[in-house]
């Protein structure tokens, strides 16, 4: 597959949708809402699979024609799973937990295909090194801003990227969108 077909991006996220312009994917993005409560005893990638599914497939409901991608990204650390952070405190406590380790980040991509009419589903796990913060880093990091609106409190491609000291796997998916995955759940 040389052509990459028009897509609708199930996202408000501009991360998402920088990737996708940056390696030239054609796409619109049609925001949807879901509850992104994570289930009792919900492991991280069956959650992470689950909200891009219901993401795909609510904006599928909503438009005709072009092909549907949904993906949720989330941080694993001790088993722990880091969401969004509810306030600087949990940004803070979030970085803490990871500052001088290795985590996991899981991104779920979901394809609602319109020729199939299915929807393919995977997942892509990467580990990222945080090195250690100091606690006016860690002050200067949460008083910015940046941790706010990402999983597990960070932006590996803007300001955070200064405390990653080491990344195993794919860079896209700790940014929120494994590249690589994406074409090969349209390559088939």
């Known amino acids: 597959m040389t052509d990459l077909p028009k897509i609708i991006l199930a996202s408000a996220s501009p991360r998402r949708a920088e990737i996708l312009r940056t390696i030239g994917w054609p796409f619109d993005a049609l925001a949807v809402h879901i509850d992104e409560s994570r289930r009792q ?14 993401k795909a497939e609510t904006a599928a ?9 949904g993906a949720d ?26 500052s001088g380790r290795w985590h996991k ?17 995977a997942y892509q796990e990467t580990e990222v090194k945080f ?7 860690l002050d200067w990091y949460v008083a ?3 941790p706010m609106d990402k999983a597990g409190g960070y932006a590996i491609q803007g300001q955070g990227a200064r405390f990653i000291e080491g990344i195993r796997g794919d860079f896209f998916n700790v940014v929120g969108l494994p590249v690589r995955l994406l074409y090969e759940l349209f390559a088939g």
């Open 131 to 137: 090195a250690s913060m100091s606690t006016d880093e």
């Open 41 to 54: 005893d919900e492991s991280a990638a069956t959650y992470v699979q689950r909200l891009a599914r219901e």
């Open 105 to 121: 980040v899981l991104t779920g991509v979901a394809v609602v295909d319109r020729t199939s009419t299915e929807t393919r589903v």
């Open 144 to 146: 910015g801003g940046e």
């Open 73 to 98: 990204t989330t941080v694993v650390i001790d088993d722990q799973i880091l969401e969004k952070p509810l306030d600087a405190d949990d940004a803070r406590r979030m970085l803490q937990l990871l």
């Open 61 to 69: 409901a909503l438009t005709a024609g072009l092909n549907v991608v």
